[in-house]
Nanobody, 127 residues
């Protein structure tokens, strides 16, 4: 059973940076596609960033392009979302998601494509 445990959320001011982490365990696969999603109150869950298993294709939502960066450390089985120049509209619960063993050549952007999810971490940006 794959488990994803997120950490690093919090309350910051506009313009600050924050890095959220997602530690993965329990999967028998050494590679996986990954994605970061977010959900603000009263809104649907939306994709923020995603990457194929080998980093061959990466996607960022227009709203975060140039400010956010997705990365992973396979040795630590940890995913990261670095968020810079945060804005109040970035306030949301952030979720990591993985699809172990996926050999996609292009990223997938829908929640249904990812099999395992973290519990979510709250990011609040004050103006």
């Amino acid at each position: 059973q794959v488990q994803l445990v997120e950490s690093g959320g919090g309350l910051v001011q506009a313009g600050d940076s924050l890095r959220v982490s997602c530690a993965a365990s329990g999967h028998p696969y050494s590679t996986y596609a990954m994605g970061w999603f977010r959900q603000a109150p009263g809104q649907e869950r939306e994709i923020v960033a995603a990457e194929t298993w080998n980093g061959g294709d990466t996607y960022y939502a227009d709203s975060v392009k140039g400010r956010f960066a997705i990365s992973r450390d396979y040795a630590k089985n940890t995913l990261y979302l670095q968020m810079n120049n945060l804005k109040p509209e970035d306030t949301a619960v952030y979720y990591c998601a993985v699809s172990p063993g996926s050999d996609w050549s292009q990223v997938r952007k829908t929640a249904e494509d990812y099999h395992y999810w973290g519990q979510g971490t709250q990011v609040t940006v004050s103006s």
